[in-house]
């Protein structure tokens, strides 16, 4: 039912971006190690892995999530904001071109994935250090046809939209209020992040509220690191798997950016 893409962990993670955390050593095994859990974790959330090669002259290339955009109508190729990264996305448009129709974000535009969160036809794009107002409005133009409104939201503090909120279940949102005015998602639930877990609320949803055979196929991808919030998420009546990705958080990493997953059209029943 549901496709998730990853690519393994670039030889030259170290020297990633970094905007809002120091630099510390990263273990390279770990991270790998850490990366197969991810993706074990990801199937046992119901999601067929298409695992890419490693980039390994791309630091940040683990983080496929930034490169594109994937509605069940068409796949977008974003511009990432770091020029670093803009070379990620030529091995994983062929993957996606044989899954959706394919559109781009085009120069002066930037737009990178993980500043953009889709709840249900209403789009939300932070207004980020890496993600400018001409990405937002061509993506806006795009998507306007397909039905779903696009709302700019300015963050501060984080690196992505997507460090300060993200979508749990159909109408529920988890959110770090010290890097975006929740006002802006006023008619959704809301759960805060425990204050003790500043980077908590970068979970990643697998499911649409929809029964699968009966058992209702919904919850999230979280870090380990964080019981508190978990433990909210949880009384909330999130499901909830934890990984630990201690390694993938010190290259300014979570758990959305490490994979893009999209309705599989073909099998959506899962059968
Ligand atoms: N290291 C993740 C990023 O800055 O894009």
């Not at 690519?7 to 991270?31: E, N, T």
């Not at 990405?135 to 690196?159: D, F, K, N, S, W």
Request: include cysteine; hydrophobic fraction near 45%.
């Amino acid at each position: 039912m549901w496709i998730a893409i990853t690519r393994d962990v670039s030889a030259s993670l170290a020297g990633c971006q970094l905007s809002f955390v120091p630099r510390v050593p990263i273990d390279l095994d770990l991270a790998r190690q850490q990366h197969a859990g991810y993706v074990r974790a990801l199937e046992s959330r119901g999601c067929r892995v298409l695992a890419l090669p490693a980039q390994d002259d791309l630091p940040d290339a683990v983080f496929v999530e930034d490169v594109a955009l994937v509605f069940d109508e068409v796949a977008v190729m974003t511009r990432p904001g770091a020029e670093s990264r803009r070379g990620e996305g030529a091995s994983v448009a062929p993957l996606l071109a044989s899954l959706r129709p394919m559109r781009a974000i085009e120069a002066p535009g930037t737009l990178d994935g993980g500043d953009v969160m889709r709840v249900g036809r209403q789009v939300y794009v932070g207004r980020s250090a890496r993600s400018n107002d001409e990405g937002i409005e061509q993506l806006r133009v795009l998507l306007a046809p397909l039905g779903y409104r696009v709302h700019a939201v300015v963050t501060h503090g984080c690196l992505h939209l997507k460090s300060a909120v993200t979508i749990v279940a159909d109408d529920t949102l988890l959110v770090q209020p010290a890097w975006v005015d929740v006002a802006q998602f006023a008619g959704y639930r809301l759960i805060e992040v425990d204050p003790a877990e500043e980077h908590a609320a970068n979970a990643l949803r697998i499911g649409d509220g929809a029964l699968q055979d009966g058992v209702l196929q919904d919850g999230v991808i979280h870090p380990l690191c964080f019981p508190r919030t978990r433990e909210r998420l949880e009384q909330a009546g999130i499901d909830v798997t934890t990984v630990d990705v201690s390694e993938l958080q010190k290259a300014e990493g979570a758990t959305t950016c490490c994979s893009l997953v999209l309705r599989d059209l073909a099998h959506p029943h899962g059968d």
